[in-house]
């Protein structure tokens, strides 16, 4: 029988390295055997196998002697002298699967690997690419705070390796998830090529002796014949220390997907709790509480329930889109498509944070310090689901420098006296609304400013948030760097927030929005203090959106209220008293509308009236009018930053100012009680 051997390494976990091994390959048997020795090989004491129907070979671009072949749910890794050897092997092996697997399908058939296999184990190289990008922060911050030059170096070498490692994953997930939909059946790792096999092998490189047979190699013939096993194996002794990975742990190929199980996909677990849930979004529609004097946007405030659905869809334009980014790179100067967009600015989505203004405003009505923080949390829980009330993902759009947002609510319950808020941020508000304004106040890095305030409670929020996005493999983090200042006039406090960030997961696919990361909450007057953690959801189990949340007395390591659920669900809440309650319900709570202007009293810069052709062709589905109208809006703000170069004039912002590293409002109620504006001077309008 026709075979091709040689000698390779094997890699071993009882030795923890690469084992020299005589290998043997039989192109009539579809199968490669192994020994310790080339005279162990004539003695017929084979150390293991690898069956071939249905493997597929691996390579590693970043190291080019080494190879493996997955089959039978392990995975074995080989090691050659060098690139051509590993071509000589590797060009053998293809031709050898290529011959077996196609007459497989006809004497043996194998289950199919559904879509549903494929999304899952993609899902599963995803998490495991957080973890790793989780890990290589971790070792910078080890590397920033070493003070050893020796050891800060060998750091440094682990860095890049890494790094390396996550680059060249991120490469392999976009690319099968982008091939994904156009493979009709089994493919191999390249073309068939004619097989050029080994011989003349440098045997001493890997320590042992002997060499090839004289003669056409090709046509070799083995003292052995060994019978073809049920499956691959490795000698019992090495089986015990994992010879070969477990298939658990690598993911499944897509390249033997079969075009029947794409034409009717199998939804994965991932692909099925979001359906879920937003079929159970759309069964229960979000009560709104609206004033009586609200104006109407048919425009903006009627519900985006349009449902993006699969972006495999727009797979040659997400590939374009994959091709220009890189893991962690900063997609602050991508442009995304713009089918992907809500239509609505994010000076808007900020303005959410106050869905709920009545436990904002309660703050000041709390008589002792730890009240006053439980509420302030309470709030603060209750700030992000108002945002996304779609499971779905959508991004919403970058804000223009020097665009600004601006609304009020009125608070429920309260009663109006109608008296214009004198100097405050929105003129239509009155004492007893809260009203707000937020501002676009740079480009490079994108930062956006925003305000609120309640005259007749004197509570004011100043707060900024950077937006630095970066691509993750199948998934987008947008860290919201910044804080919030809330300042309860009357008791002379401010407590001091942070934000989570927030990641669109299987972007590829279905895109689903989660929060994560820690945020704290601390008082430095009264010394009360909060964590909330962000929970993202682990591969394995777990829930979507959960949170949790600790409160801090002064100088206490005990909290004295825990609280966990979900930060678009219900939230309980256990206190140290041994009280137990339902500390928010986001299900329950109506969102209070925000009353905004009508677009043609607004001025040219305010988010409704900027972007109103571009949301108008969004909602008509017209997107390449869409992407015109907003590529305009792009390439004015260039021509205008340019003209500014140009002049050596800087950008003047309109509503705030830059205090060291942070953004403050310009006209706060603090500093407005502290010097009055006379009468006489009426009410002051924000600019916009």
Known sequence: MAVVEGPLSKWTNVMKGWQYRWFVLDEAAGLLSYFTSKEKMMRGTRRGCVRLVGAVIGIDDEDDSTFTITVDQKTFHFQARDAEEREKWVNALEITIMRHSTSSKRVEPRGTVTAADFDRKLAETDSYLQIMLEQVQALETRIEACEDLAAKEKYNVIKVTAEAMIEAIKHSIVMLQISKESLNGPVMNGSVHEAILTSGADFNHFGGTGEIPDGDPSTSVSPVSPRVPETSYSSSEEEDFFDAEEFKNAPHSPLRQHGSALENPVKSKEEEETEASTEGSEGICQQVITAEDDYYD???????????????????????????????????????????????????????????????????????????????????????????????????????????????????????????????????????????????????????????????????????????????????????????????????????????????????????????????????????????????????????????????????????????????????????????????????????????????????????????????????????????????????????????????????????????????????????????????????????
């Not at 730890?370 to 499971?391: E, G, K, P």
């Not at 691509?471 to 809330?486: A, E, N, P, R």
């Not at 669109?504 to 009264?526: D, F, H, N, Q, Y």
């Not at 100088?555 to 809440?573: L, Q, R, S």
């Open 298 to 688: 048919e425009l903006y405030d009627e519900q985006d329930k349009e449902d993006l659905g699969s972006l495999e869809k727009h797979g040659s334009i997400i590939a374009h889109l994959l091709s220009q980014v890189r893991i962690g790179m900063d997609l602050t100067k991508v442009v995304l498509p713009t089918f992907i967009l809500e239509r609505r600015s994010l000076l808007e989505m900020y303005a959410d944070f106050f869905a709920h203004p009545d436990l904002f405003v309660r703050i000041v009505d709390m008589k002792t310090p730890q009240d006053r923080m439980i509420q302030l949390v309470r709030w603060y829980l209750s700030a992000f689901h108002a945002a996304r009330n779609s499971d779905i993902a959508k991004k919403a759009y970058n804000p223009i420098l020097g665009e600004t947002f601006v609304c009020h609510w009125k608070i429920p319950g309260m009663d109006d006296s109608g008296e214009k808020a004198v100097d405050g941020p929105c003129e239509e508000a009155t004492r007893e609304n809260l009203s707000f304004v937020a501002e676009q106040v740079s480009h490079h890095p994108p930062i956006s400013a925003f305000y609120a305030e309640h005259q007749t409670k004197r509570i004011t929020l100043d707060g900024y948030i950077w937006t630095k996005s970066k691509f993750l493999g199948l998934s987008i983090g947008v860290h919201m760097i910044g804080q919030g200042v809330v300042s309860v006039i009357d008791h002379d406090e401010e407590y001091v927030i942070t934000f989570p960030n927030g990641y669109g997961r299987s972007i590829l696919t279905t895109p689903w929005v989660e929060m994560g990361g820690k945020v704290s909450m601390s008082c430095a007057k009264t010394g009360y203090n909060a964590t909330v953690t962000f929970h993202t959801k682990p591969f394995y189990g777990g829930k979507k959106h959960r949170v949790t949340s600790e409160i801090f007395a002064p100088n206490e390591k005990k909290p004295i209220v825990t609280i966990d659920g979900e930060w678009n669900g219900v939230m309980y809440a256990k206190y140290a008293t041994g009280m137990n309650e339902v500390f928010v319900d986001t299900k329950k709570m109506p969102v209070v509308k925000k009353l905004v202007k009508p677009r043609e009293k607004q001025a040219e810069f305010e988010s409704r009236r900027l972007w109103q052709e571009v949301t108008h062709n969004l909602k008509i589905n017209e997107v390449d009018k869409a992407t015109d109208h907003k590529q305009r809006l792009e390439q004015r703000q260039r021509e205008e930053a340019r003209d500014r170069k140009e002049r050596g004039v800087a950008w003047e912002t309109k509503n705030f100012h830059e205090v060291g590293e942070h953004w403050v409002y310009d006209r706060p109620l603090q500093k407005r009680l502290r010097n009055p504006s006379p009468v006489s001077s009426g009410s002051h309008t924000p600019s916009s």
